[in-house]
């Protein structure tokens, strides 16, 4: 039972580098968000999806893009990395909105030099 | 300023005994309040839901209690374990819109031996 994965777990980018870090669920889960974590912080949401096709910006969006082709997927794309992107990612998904359990990945350990 | 706020912000105690932690949230309207667990390195696991009408609810070793009216809560741990040892994040769902999650920055929990 994989829940959702999320990799890499580690990545270390140059400054201006782009990359895409990799979000899957195989519980069939409507909705699927990106969060950051940084220290002494709440996690914050960058990006969200209801369903298939349809994605919208949360509290963080500024220089991250998302797409979700399919119900399982949801990649999260660094378009030029910049040394305040450093942090913890952390991809969710859950059955529906309205304050259901979330899942959570393993998280992302991204550092931008 | 943050809606959900958590305290302590970090707490050692030793193995066998109890601790409570705190979140006090300003988020309306309410729809219910999570507490989950983050190993480190991992991601956030949920431990309890509370709803608007629910006071107190168990969970093995964790009683979470909610005072609607005051809008607190509180993660009481018993008998602590080496285990229990990890970040407690408060979450706060509102009735409104689909950003509907907000974050407490979490209670770091040390338990010695």
């Known amino acids: 039972n994989a829940g959702v994965t999320q990799t890499p777990k580690f990545q270390v980018l140059k400054t201006g580098q782009s990359m895409t870090l990799q979000c899957a669920q195989d519980?069939?889960?409507?909705?699927m968000s990106w969060y950051r974590q940084d220290p002494g912080m709440g996690l914050r949401l960058i990006h969200y999806?209801?369903?298939?096709?349809?994605?919208d910006q949360g509290e963080v969006p500024n220089g991250y893009n998302v797409s979700r082709s399919t119900t399982e997927d949801f990649p999260l794309r660094l378009l030029s990395a910049a040394p305040s992107q450093t942090s913890v990612y952390f991809c969710?998904?859950?059955?529906?909105?309205?304050?259901?359990?979330?899942?959570f990945g393993q998280g992302t350990r991204l550092t931008v030099v | 300023k943050n809606q959900v706020e958590q305290s302590p912000q970090s707490l050692i105690i030793l193995e066998g005994k109890n601790c409570t932690l705190q979140?006090?949230?300003?988020?309306?309207?309410?729809?219910?309040l999570r507490w989950y667990k983050q190993d480190t390195g991992r991601g956030p696991v949920s431990l309890t839901i509370?709803?608007?009408?629910?006071n107190t609810k168990s969970n093995g070793r964790y009683t979470a209690t909610l005072d609607a009216d005051t809008k607190q809560s509180s993660l009481h741990i018993t008998a602590s374990q080496l285990s229990d040892s990890a970040s407690y994040i408060c979450?706060?769902?509102?009735?409104?819109?689909?950003?509907?999650?907000?974050f407490g920055a979490g209670t770091r929990l040390t338990v010695k031996p």
């Open positions: 979140c006090n949230y300003t988020v309306s309207p309410f729809s219910n």
């Open positions: 969710a998904s859950s059955y529906r909105l309205g304050g259901t359990e979330a899942f």
């Open positions: 519980m069939n889960h409507e909705y």
């Open positions: 979450v706060v769902s509102a009735r409104v819109g689909n950003n509907d999650m907000r």
């Open positions: 509370m709803t608007f009408s629910e």
């Open positions: 999806s209801v369903g298939a096709g349809i994605t």
